[in-house]
Nanobody, 124 residues
């Protein structure tokens, strides 16, 4: 069983930056593909980014390419999401997720473990 805890959310002005962290415990972290998803008010959960266990392969939603960067530190059992140039429409609860295996997926149903989420509010 993998336990995931997100942190780093908060209130930020449009155009600002935030760095989200996800701490993992249990399981073998360096065998999991990790993903970030978000759910805005009244919206469906959507894929943001994912990173393979080795950290060498990443994927991003088109809407965040060039602005968000995912990374991981297997020694620290952590994954990060650096977000820049944030927009009000990106206000959402951001979730960290883990799946076994090397396949990077943007489908939330393919992820086995989820954190509770961290709120990101982009507003002036």
């Amino acid at each position: 069983q993998v336990h995931l805890v997100e942190s780093g959310g908060g209130l930020v002005q449009p155009g600002g930056s935030l760095r989200l962290s996800c701490a993992a415990s249990g399981g073998t972290f360096n065998t999991y593909t990790m993903g970030w998803f978000r759910r805005g008010p009244g919206k469906e959960r959507e894929f943001v980014s994912a990173i393979r266990w080795s950290g060498g392969t990443t994927r991003y939603a088109d809407s965040v390419k060039g602005r968000f960067t995912i990374s991981r530190d297997n020694a620290e059992n952590a994954v990060y999401l650096q977000m820049t140039s944030l927009k009000p429409e990106e206000t959402a609860v951001y979730y960290c997720a883990a799946r076994t295996g090397a396949l990077i997926s943007d489908n939330p149903s393919r992820y086995d473990y989820w954190g509770q989420g961290t709120q990101v509010t982009v507003s002036s």
